[in-house]
């Protein structure tokens, strides 16, 4: 939003938190492929809830269906990489 030149709406702000949600997805799914099991499971957490500490609501941006896809490859790390198993439950 440091841009000069760009006219930020409601809606060009929602455009940028969906495109940033949908690389982080994207990208979850890559360190899965590549093994790197801790990537993939902060990349997957951060398609679900955006960068912020503590999480913002307005970063909540998946349809039902990336969400559902998001918390499997989460799993996926907490159960291929981890063994954590109960952990990888909770989110399916």
Request: proline share 4%.
């Amino acid at each position: 939003e440091q841009e000069v030149d760009i006219i930020w709406t409601d809606e060009s702000r929602d455009a940028v938190r969906q495109l940033r949600a949908a690389a982080y997805l994207n990208l979850s799914l890559c360190f899965l492929k590549t093994e790197q099991w801790t990537h993939a499971s902060n990349t997957a957490t951060r398609a679900l809830q955006g960068d912020k500490d503590p999480p913002d609501p307005k970063e909540n941006v998946l349809t039902p269906e990336k969400k559902a896809k998001a918390l499997f490859r989460r799993a996926q790390a907490q159960s291929q990489g981890f063994g954590n198993f109960s952990k990888a439950v909770e989110d399916l």
